[in-house]
């Protein structure tokens, strides 16, 4: 069954702003790390008996968010698309 991956790109994009954020910072938020470590348990047994490290999880958010348009990464961090740090 696909993991709906809606909440947790809500809350990658609301700690992406116009100023670079790393990826362990944004992985370090709170909410973030919960909500991957809960998609890594579940998806652990779908895709290997050695399971998912959740850290894999929002690497492979933020490379589709930036696939979308919506962030894109630089040499100091991940920044939102639109310069201006509005939101689409």
């Known amino acids: 069954m696909p993991t709906n991956y809606k ?3 809500a809350l990658i ?3 992406v702003t116009a100023t670079p954020q790393s990826f362990a910072s ?3 938020h709170i ?4 909500t991957c470590k809960v998609i890594a348990e579940e998806a652990g047994t779908a895709r290997s008996p050695f399971g998912v490290e959740p850290f894999r999880v929002p690497d ?3 490379q589709a968010l930036r696939k979308k ?3 894109r990464s630089t040499t100091k961090g991940w920044v939102l698309a639109d310069a201006t740090g509005a939101r689409p």
Not at 31 to 34: G, P, Q, R, V, Y
């Open 69 to 71: 348009g919506d962030v």
């Open 60 to 62: 492979r958010r933020l």
């Open 13 to 15: 994009l609301s700690t």
């Open 7 to 9: 909440a947790l790109d």
């Open 31 to 34: 909410e973030i790390h919960a």
């Open 26 to 28: 944004i992985f370090a």
